[in-house]
């Protein structure tokens, strides 16, 4: 089973002897494939010829309603891109399946088996037609695996330093390093939109400062709410991204910390506008 390999992110033996995968594509499909992939975290800290040879070994799947992509407890083949379409998540819970998110016409999913040679963590349903693109096992782990060893490497000490991660053991951070991504802004970007729930008044006022080792975006995952505060990079700015499945999973034992952070948010906002109705939880 290939659920026996061992998984050593440390391992740099390179597997050469590997033929490169090559599934040609048109004109039109690399450029629906790049932008299906510009924005995905696993592939934001490859190098560059790296992420071609991704880009090169990746293939059109074409999804109908009700296809189950994956199915928990299998043995992983393929990590998936989403091009378009909505799959459901399912996650069995004393032997029902439980919906347990979404993915909305972007994003990615499947990167958990072939990671840590585990069966399937969850179950992947179309709710619609859809495509994906699909990357083979072996170029992922030849890729994506073998760059996670990197990863650790130049992330390990400062995740290190991140009081919000304190409460993980040093396993759960490590895996949050192998899901990130690295985003760079220039002096004021815009990282993350307010959604304006009142058109009228787009003064804005600033709040709060993060600096090395905070964070911030947490507040509508948390909530399941709109943005409530826009965000600019103030000069050049390196933020770690993870995405809102890999938030779920992964920042649980993190969530009593930052509700209480949450709560101070609020009392912030009441200091300066008098109310905190936007935090409402
Ligand atoms: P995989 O290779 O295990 C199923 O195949 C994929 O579903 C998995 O990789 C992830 O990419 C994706 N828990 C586990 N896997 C998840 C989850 C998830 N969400 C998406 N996947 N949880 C839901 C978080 C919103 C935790 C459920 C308890």
Redo the contacts with the bound molecule.
């Keep these: 089973s290939v659920c026996a390999e061992a998984y050593d992110p440390d391992d740099e033996s390179d597997d050469n002897s590997q033929p490169q995968v090559v599934n040609p594509k048109t004109d039109e499909q690399r450029r629906r494939l790049q932008d299906a992939c510009k924005d995905i975290l696993l592939f934001k800290t490859l190098e560059k010829e790296q992420f071609s040879e991704v880009l090169d070994a990746m293939f059109e799947v074409q999804v109908k309603p009700q296809d189950h992509i994956?199915d928990q407890g299998d043995d992983?083949d393929n990590f998936y891109v989403i091009d378009k379409g909505v799959y459901d998540?399912f996650?069995a819970k004393d032997g029902v399946s439980v919906c347990?998110?979404k993915y909305n016409n972007k994003g990615s999913?499947?990167?958990?088996?072939?990671m840590y040679n585990?069966p399937?963590?969850?179950t992947?349903v179309a709710t619609e037609e859809g495509t994906l693109w699909g990357l083979d096992r072996a170029t992922f782990h030849r890729l994506i695996v073998k760059n996670n060893a990197k990863k650790r490497r130049l992330y390990e000490a400062f995740i290190e330093c991140v009081p919000l991660l304190n409460c993980l053991e040093l396993s759960e951070r490590m895996k949050i390093v192998d899901v990130l991504g690295v985003r760079t802004f220039n002096d004021g970007d815009r990282i993350i939109a307010q959604t304006k729930v009142n058109q009228q008044d787009n003064t804005e006022v600033e709040v709060a400062r993060c600096s090395r080792g905070q964070y911030f975006g947490e507040l509508a995952l948390v909530n399941n709410k709109p943005r409530a505060a826009s965000v600019y990079a103030v000069g050049e700015t390196k933020c770690l991204v993870i995405d809102?499945?890999a938030f779920?999973?992964l920042l649980g034992p993190c969530m009593d910390i930052m509700k209480r952070n949450i709560s101070q948010y609020e009392d912030q906002l009441v200091a300066l506008f008098g109310s905190s109705d936007d935090l409402k939880l």
């Design positions: 994956i992983g998540i996650v347990v998110g999913f499947g990167e958990l088996a072939l585990t399937r963590a969850a992947i809102i499945q779920e999973r």
